[in-house]
């Protein structure tokens, strides 16, 4: 069964650093792979998604994702954050049999002025 | 121009009670789903329509019915609502599944007293 673990439930980081959100994907085959954001209060927005095209993946708002294989990781990232990017991050598998998304248990972004 | 939405945002009742959670599209999508989040952000799939036919259907209780007039709506009815029913539900859309993006209502927030 497919499955993803995001390693950290809070990341807290200033203004103007890099951001990373961990992820890590359990698949008996080549995995969809997805980040979703979710602002207070709203619903959620994708971010960038992962279709066994290219390994890393440019997302909105300056995140990416590199997908590697060897680490089975899909880790989010993005070179300097903004007070904007503060909300709720949920890394996402589809599951090829049934089409279904399963998502992570998210990891809350703070970033400090 | 809202893509997806959902009404009432808000739905206080008390036990016992039968409510309804109704979702729009306007987006052309052929596909819907339900999605109930809980007090720990975790978010999980109940149901999904695509052309008004169920696909999925979750060990959800059979006290929620889905229901689906047209391709544009998928509503939630639920019987005897429990306090265990609490929780974010939100409802979604794509063209066709799997890999293609969701886009996600607003919420509903559902408190059972």
């Known amino acids: 069964a497919q499955s993803v673990t995001q390693l950290d439930s809070h990341v807290s980081v200033s203004e103007g650093t890099p951001v990373l959100l961990r992820c890590n994907y359990s698949?008996?085959?080549?995995?969809?792979l997805f980040w979703y954001v979710q602002h207070p209060n709203k619903g959620l927005q994708l971010l960038l998604k992962?279709?066994?095209?290219?390994?890393l993946v440019k997302g909105i708002n300056g995140f990416e994702a590199e997908f590697k294989k060897s680490e089975t990781s899909f880790h989010l990232t993005k070179p300097s954050a903004h007070m904007s990017d503060a909300a709720e991050y949920f890394c996402?598998?589809?599951?090829?049999?049934?089409?279904?998304?399963?998502f992570g248990t998210g990891t809350r972004l703070q970033v400090f002025p | 121009d809202t893509a997806v939405s959902q009404t009432p945002k808000y739905l206080v009742t008390q036990m016992g009670n039968d409510k309804s959670i109704k979702c729009e599209q306007n987006?052309?999508?052929?596909?819907m789903y339900w999605y109930k989040q809980d007090s720990k952000k975790f978010l999980k799939i109940m149901f999904s329509?695509?052309?008004?036919?169920?696909?999925i259907n979750e060990t959800v209780p059979n006290r929620f019915s889905p229901k689906s007039p047209d391709k544009a709506h998928l509503n939630l009815h639920i019987n005897s609502l429990e306090l265990g029913d609490s929780a974010v539900y939100f409802c979604?859309?794509?063209?066709?599944?799997?890999?293609?993006?969701?886009?996600f209502g607003p919420g509903t927030r559902l408190t059972v007293l």
């Open positions: 329509y695509n052309n008004k036919e169920l696909i």
């Open positions: 996402v598998v589809s599951d090829g049999n049934t089409d279904k998304l399963i």
């Open positions: 979604a859309s794509s063209q066709g599944t799997g890999t293609n993006e969701q886009f």
């Open positions: 987006l052309g999508h052929d596909t």
């Open positions: 992962y279709t066994s095209a290219a390994t």
């Open positions: 698949s008996s085959y080549s995995p969809s």
